[in-house]
């Protein structure tokens, strides 16, 4: 079975002038360190008063194009998403059926 994949930057929804394990990395980190002030603000910094809009300003400069996409670059990704959703959705079921026989037998 060819397996499709989603890659924004090939769309030009993410920078592309950076790895994106790189950027999934960041992200990552970024994300936990902001789970962890949120579940504990004592280890933040004081003084923010919307740390989500600090967040959105942090993704938005890690992951954000110099350059906005437009639609058809958004509608090309959005075709491409739906594919794999479409791609695991028909997956699923052959797995499950197999553990089932299995189980059974």
């Avoid at 929804?13 to 994106?20: A, G, K, S, T």
């Avoid at 058809?72 to 797995?95: K, L, M, S, Y």
């Amino acid at each position: 079975m060819q397996r499709c994949h989603a890659d924004p930057a090939r769309n030009g929804l993410i920078r592309h002038d950076r790895p994106l394990s790189g950027q999934a990395y960041a992200m990552h980190a970024v994300l936990t360190g902001f789970g962890t002030a949120m579940t504990d603000p004592a280890t933040g910094p004081l003084g923010v008063d919307d740390p989500g809009e600090a967040l959105a300003d942090v993704v938005a400069q890690l992951l954000e194009p110099p350059v906005a996409p437009g639609e058809r670059a958004v509608a090309a990704a959005a075709g491409d998403t739906v594919a794999v959703f479409r791609e695991t959705r028909d997956a699923v079921p052959d797995p499950i059926e197999r553990s089932q026989v299995s189980a059974e037998a």
